[in-house]
């Protein structure tokens, strides 16, 4: 009776470890959404593109991108755990290490990185295992040969500066000081 107790409860304490969902971010069909940025999120997305850099020997320092839709504050937290010097994509960036797709399912991610190969873009998929006790490490990365459009810049700061950047010393949007501008020489 005593090793049918153990028995029970040593598969009621591993039970919940085997049934784990598969988060995707962005999402996919059949699999949760994930949130990036909260932890693994910037960790796995900086050690994936830390990786992509090292095996393709890449150049320093590393301009990477992000997916669509993440928030600054994500952007600056994996930009923190980049080496000294990386910074975000801008447009004309012509090597970039861009952060395609995360799947974390239980103690298993992996992450896709579009990253430049003699004047191509191809995929590579970084693998990690790790978890809540335990840091994350690369297992292994795959270089697909597949080649792939060129990554397009995501930084939601490119669109607030570039906003500022139109701003005139007056306050207004150059759209409505040209307007305004345009009513007093017409007096």
Do not use: H
């Amino acid at each position: 009776m005593t090793l049918l107790r153990v028995f029970a409860a040593v598969l009621l304490a591993t039970a919940p470890a085997a049934c784990v969902s598969v988060s995707t971010y962005p999402p996919t069909a059949g699999a949760t959404k994930m949130t990036p940025s909260v932890s693994p999120g910037p960790e796995l997305m900086a050690g994936a593109i830390k990786e992509a850099s090292r095996v393709t020997k890449g150049a320093e320092p590393i301009v990477f991108n992000l997916p669509v839709g993440l928030d600054s504050g994500t952007w600056r937290r994996v930009a923190g755990l980049l080496p000294s010097g990386a910074r975000a994509m801008r447009a004309g960036d012509e090597t970039v290490y861009s952060v395609q797709q995360l799947r974390l399912s239980g103690g298993t991610a992996e992450v896709d990185v579009v990253y430049p190969d003699r004047g191509v873009y191809q995929l590579m998929t970084v693998k990690f295992e790790g978890g809540p006790a335990l840091p994350w490490r690369v297992q292994w990365a795959y270089r697909w040969v597949i080649p792939t459009t060129a990554p397009v810049a995501n930084d939601p700061m490119i669109a607030l500066e570039s906003a500022q950047t139109e701003q005139p010393a007056s306050g207004q949007p150059a759209t409505e000081q040209a307007a305004a501008s345009g009513d007093a020489n017409e007096g």
